[in-house]
């Protein structure tokens, strides 16, 4: 009694049973043409085969095509636990519960939407093929913190705007890295460790390239400060700024070219793999081309919304739990709303894959630097906003010694739990510099905390 | 009915078109000549020198004098360049616009500088390869060294500092990064291999220039803010200092690079198939004491167009509307170095890096720990206070670049994006200064009346 639905259910599920983890030998040929990244595949590893056997049961046709799309897009991933955070934010902004709880909810929803669009963006690739597959990962990669600082940027909260990003780039250089490469050390303890270091040099000349331009508006502004010269005003501040935001995209376009066209085999993973771990890796698509844009223009909505709140909320979320903006932006932000990367990347850490786990935190933390920031420096152009590329010292300082770390650690090819110990430990550092940072809307001349105004 | 004069310019133009040949850049027999680097690079922009034409001219000193002549001025494809030189030399007598002149004269450097650099390896065929070598690790730069004396004379001090930290830059990221990003592009699938030892040995002497500016521009910092209490006689006593350091690192780095460690910094291809049109001269095409006549005199010349170009500089500034910190960072060391970018581009074209790396890590590195504490030494003997402070941005930019190009450099292959990177943060740093205002640029606001109304902005802030 198949029909056609039951049949692509049951081959679907037959086809993910036999395709059997993420042996990709065979499926290179034809598999990377869909454009897998290491972030699509990072993303993969939080998968759950999604178990038709309930819908099969369900006699109308129509009812059960609808049935097995909702089950792959909302019980795909082991985040889904989180999703109730979702109504339950939209609940608590509509019956006017506290802002903190309602900053605290709409940023525990993002969890699951941030993976679930990653998830829609890599069903789209199989559809348009691998250049533009990898185009639209590489601008959709960090949605979230790409639209929570455009939220920000019309709010003017240009300060929150800064310290996400650079938050953004700290959590993934240090915590996910540091975190991937401590416990997949930890866990190959008696393994070797390789990498193919010429990924992470591009990486990292990208990024000195993005700390040199902060560098050089840091040093401008305190030239500016001194006096010494009338002529440097905040205006040609404003115009290094964007002068600079302009050659940071450029060096992301030349990124782009580089990453998709001519050197492709750079990024592509290498391993064979034996071992059929649980995570779902399809040769097909599992949702249709429509269906996919569709989600994924709800679930961006969706998104849009829950930042409105998020950046809305966050001082009185900084009031009612008594830390800084600051930590809130720098720190926790970014943690929350990088959870599905940072599983994945400690996943496959702990099946010394570190060419994955090392595509996906540096690839992310240099989307974030040469394209997220600049651009939002051109938005704001746009909108009239006066938003520079001046970060100030102690953000500055941190993404400079961030770096160098990074750069230092991963130079030779080879990794060990050590190496992931120290730039976890040099994060740690650094959000305690921030939790005892009281930035200086929050206090007044005296130094004393200023209370909810 | 040969001569002498013309057996020797025959044999000279046999020797050009046989040496040009299979023997180019092979150097394994030729390491005597002293040919570093530096001097292979600028032979890529030498011409044969067609001597039929002169050959014809009957009386023999004479023909020896043009072909000589020939060499000299018609041996460079920059040679469109050379009247530059007494177009300088006019508008300074007939007080054509001052703008003017400080243009011809930095025109007119470009030419003189590749034709000192010729010289050099010319009278090294003669004196052997250590001497050889160390007149072109002196004279290598001479047109930065010569401009920096002058600008020091007329007590230009920002002038000098301005001028040599982007010597460096340009060296650093303009000149490496560019060829690094057309040589990538050319040879898009081939493997660009280079020995990193060598760029090893040149950051590190880079950094240790770096650590003197940053321990000179904290000390002043710390000296500002009160934790330190003393006044500005030790700044100028601690760049002294620094300077003796960096001379004596120069020293070692010299020793290293002719005596002990030939091998890493020698050309290391033996497979010239293509014959480029390189002119590459086992032997030398003008006698020794021509060579050094020539020497000397294209050195005051250089020296005379050094003047005017000091001389000029912030009327240049006014008239063209940008600050005297962008022209001395950006436009003068892209000028003056024009003929070694060429030739350092050329190179990574035929994916020869380490001639690029060895032009300009080498130029970058003497000019860091050679001109710059020369400089120092010479203003203390001429009783001026020059320290090695580089304001804010220019220590910033040196830094970066250096970490950049350490970064860059350090696993020994090369792509387009390797390249394109220091490109781009070179760009950057352009950007910045561009924007950045001089305080003798305030001098003019003055008059203009413009200082009173944006000082009154800024102290708003």
């Known amino acids: 009694?198949?029909?056609?639905?039951?049949?692509?259910?049951?081959?679907?599920?037959?086809?993910?049973?036999?395709?059997?983890?993420?042996?990709?030998?065979?499926?290179?040929?034809?598999?990377?043409?869909?454009?897998?990244?290491?972030?699509?595949?990072?993303?993969?590893?939080?998968?759950?085969?999604?178990?038709?056997?309930?819908?099969?049961?369900?006699?109308?046709?129509?009812?059960?095509?609808?049935?097995?799309?909702?089950?792959?897009?909302?019980?795909?991933?082991?985040?889904?636990?989180?999703?109730?955070?979702?109504?339950?934010?939209?609940?608590?902004?509509?019956?006017?519960?506290?802002?903190?709880?309602?900053?605290?909810?709409?940023?525990?929803?993002?969890?699951?939407?941030?993976?679930?669009?990653?998830?829609?963006?890599?069903?789209?690739?199989?559809?348009?093929?691998?250049?533009?597959?990898?185009?639209?990962?590489?601008?959709?990669?960090?949605?979230?913190?790409?639209?929570?600082?455009?939220?920000?940027?019309?709010?003017?909260?240009?300060?929150?705007?800064?310290?996400?990003?650079?938050?953004?780039?700290?959590?993934?250089?240090?915590?996910?890295?540091?975190?991937?490469?401590?416990?997949?050390?930890?866990?190959?303890?008696?393994?070797?460790?390789?990498?193919?270091?010429?990924?992470?040099?591009?990486?990292?000349?990208?990024?000195?390239?993005?700390?040199?331009?902060?560098?050089?508006?840091?040093?401008?502004g305190y030239v500016m400060n001194s006096g010494e010269h009338p002529a440097v005003d905040a205006v040609r501040r404003l115009?290094?700024?964007?002068?600079?935001?302009?050659?940071?995209?450029?060096?992301?376009?030349?990124?782009?070219?580089?990453?998709?066209?001519?050197?492709?085999?750079?990024?592509?993973?290498?391993?064979?793999?034996?071992?059929?771990?649980?995570?779902?890796?399809e040769d097909e698509p599992v949702i249709g081309f429509p269906s996919a844009v569709a989600w994924l223009a709800g679930m961006t909505a969706v998104i849009a919304a829950l930042s409105e709140y998020v950046v809305g909320t966050i001082e009185a979320a900084s009031d009612s739990w008594g830390i800084s903006v600051s930590f809130i932006s720098i720190i926790l932000l970014p943690i929350v709303g990088n959870a599905a990367e940072h599983a994945g990347a400690i996943i496959f850490a702990f099946k010394n894959k570190l060419d994955i786990t090392l595509g996906v935190s540096l690839g992310s933390a240099t989307q974030i630097s040469m394209f997220v920031v600049p651009l939002s420096v051109m938005v704001a152009w746009i909108m009239g906003i006066e938003m520079d590329l001046d970060l100030k010292l102690l953000e500055t300082g941190s993404l400079i010694m961030a770096i160098l770390v990074i750069a230092f650690t991963l130079q030779d090819g080879t990794a060990h739990y050590l190496k992931g110990l120290v730039p976890l430990l040099c994060y740690i550092a650094i959000a305690a510099c921030f939790y005892v940072y009281r930035s200086p809307d929050q206090t007044d001349k005296g130094g004393a905390l200023i209370t909810a105004a």
Not at 59 to 73: G, M, P, Y
Not at 136 to 157: S, Y
């Open 239 to 281: 115009a290094l700024s964007r002068a600079c935001s302009v050659v940071m995209l450029l060096a992301y376009v030349a990124y782009l070219f580089f990453q998709l066209k001519t050197h492709r085999r750079l990024f592509e993973s290498k391993e064979g793999d034996e071992d059929n771990d649980g995570g779902v890796s």
């Open 1 to 220: 009694m198949a029909s056609t639905g039951y049949e692509v259910a049951r081959r679907l599920e037959g086809g993910e049973l036999k395709g059997g983890g993420m042996s990709k030998e065979a499926q290179h040929g034809h598999g990377h043409t869909h454009g897998r990244t290491a972030h699509n595949m990072s993303s993969s590893s939080l998968r759950k085969k999604s178990d038709l056997a309930l819908v099969s049961k369900v006699r109308c046709r129509f009812l059960r095509a609808l049935l097995a799309n909702l089950q792959e897009i909302f019980l795909g991933t082991k985040l889904f636990v989180l999703f109730p955070a979702v109504p339950l934010a939209v609940a608590a902004s509509y019956f006017n519960f506290g802002r903190a709880w309602l900053f605290a909810l709409s940023l525990l929803g993002l969890a699951p939407l941030a993976e679930r669009v990653s998830f829609l963006t890599e069903q789209i690739a199989y559809y348009t093929g691998p250049t533009v597959g990898g185009l639209l990962n590489a601008t959709c990669g960090n949605a979230t913190e790409l639209i929570i600082a455009l939220f920000a940027l019309r709010e003017g909260k240009i300060e929150v705007v800064k310290c996400s990003l650079v938050g953004s780039v700290l959590s993934n250089l240090l915590l996910v890295l540091g975190t991937s490469l401590f416990f997949g050390g930890l866990a190959n303890l008696h393994k070797e460790q390789f990498y193919d270091r010429k990924q992470a040099d591009v990486n990292t000349g990208l990024l000195l390239l993005g700390a040199l331009c902060h560098i050089l508006l840091l040093m401008f």
